[in-house]
């Protein structure tokens, strides 16, 4: 068991290891361990693994092994993938939105959670029942930078991980917001490089984002 403010007790420590936590979405599992060294070399520690591949599991336990790097399972929709997530190894969680239903079983597995929000309701709904680290989710398409400043300013007791559209162009705007801890992009992971094994390419962009200040 964990409960909401533990749960996001850990988010908050996940979120400041570095800037970005990449948003992997991998096909083929014999990727999964050089990529998440490539990405932990270059300095982010954290990684996102989307359940949007047959291969996310084996992904998840792969990468679970790698020394440094801590991997959790994005796109969590219902309890199953939260057991599914957590025996193969997965040490948080992130949704793109959240249900009772599923915060209900990430609490009883000691999953902590980052649950999106993309509105005032949401994110107030969440703060609510304890949740003060949340992903906002689709960043860009919610009014991006703007909007969640917008937002933070009558809810200054949530830090959010904005995700959805972030680039390297535009991090540094979410970046110098006071309520943000840090940002999903899937960019450091281009999948024609992963699918190339060109690492050191990966590295590379890894350190590039690793290196992106804060506000």
């Given at each position: 068991m964990i409960t909401p403010e533990t749960a996001s007790q850990k988010a908050e420590t996940l979120c400041r290891l570095a800037p970005i936590i990449p948003v992997l979405v991998v096909d083929d599992a014999a990727h999964a361990r050089p990529?998440?060294?490539?990405?932990?070399?270059g300095g982010l520690p954290a990684l996102e693994v989307t359940l949007r591949t047959p291969a996310a599991l084996e992904v998840i336990a792969e990468m679970a092994a790698v020394e440094g790097g801590m991997v959790g399972a994005g796109t969590?929709?219902?309890?199953?993938?939260?057991?599914?997530?957590?025996?193969?190894?997965?040490?948080?969680?992130?949704?793109?939105?959240?249900?009772?239903?599923?915060?209900?079983?990430?609490?009883?597995?000691?999953?902590?959670?980052?649950?999106?929000?993309?509105?005032?309701?949401e994110a107030m709904a969440l703060l609510e029942r304890g949740y003060t680290v949340q992903?906002?989710?689709?960043?860009?398409?919610?009014?991006?930078?703007?909007?969640?400043?917008?937002?933070?300013?009558?809810?200054?007791?949530?830090?959010?991980?904005?995700?959805?559209?972030?680039?390297?162009?535009?991090?540094?705007?979410?970046?110098?917001?006071?309520?943000?801890?840090?940002?999903?992009?899937s960019w450091v992971a281009p999948k024609d490089k992963v699918t190339a094994g060109d690492w050191e390419s990966i590295t590379a962009l890894a350190a590039e984002a690793a290196a992106l200040p804060r506000g």
């Open positions: 990529l998440a060294e490539a990405l932990v070399r969590l929709l219902s309890p199953a993938d939260v057991a599914a997530a957590v025996d193969a190894g997965a040490t948080f969680g992130v949704s793109p939105g959240a249900t009772d239903r599923l915060l209900d079983a990430c609490e009883e597995a000691g999953l902590p959670l980052l649950p999106g929000a993309a509105t005032a309701t992903k906002f989710f689709p960043a860009e398409a919610s009014g991006g930078a703007p909007a969640l400043k917008a937002i933070g300013a009558p809810l200054p007791q949530i830090r959010f991980c904005p995700t959805g559209g972030v680039s390297m162009k535009n991090a540094g705007d979410y970046l110098s917001l006071g309520n943000v801890l840090c940002c999903g992009g």
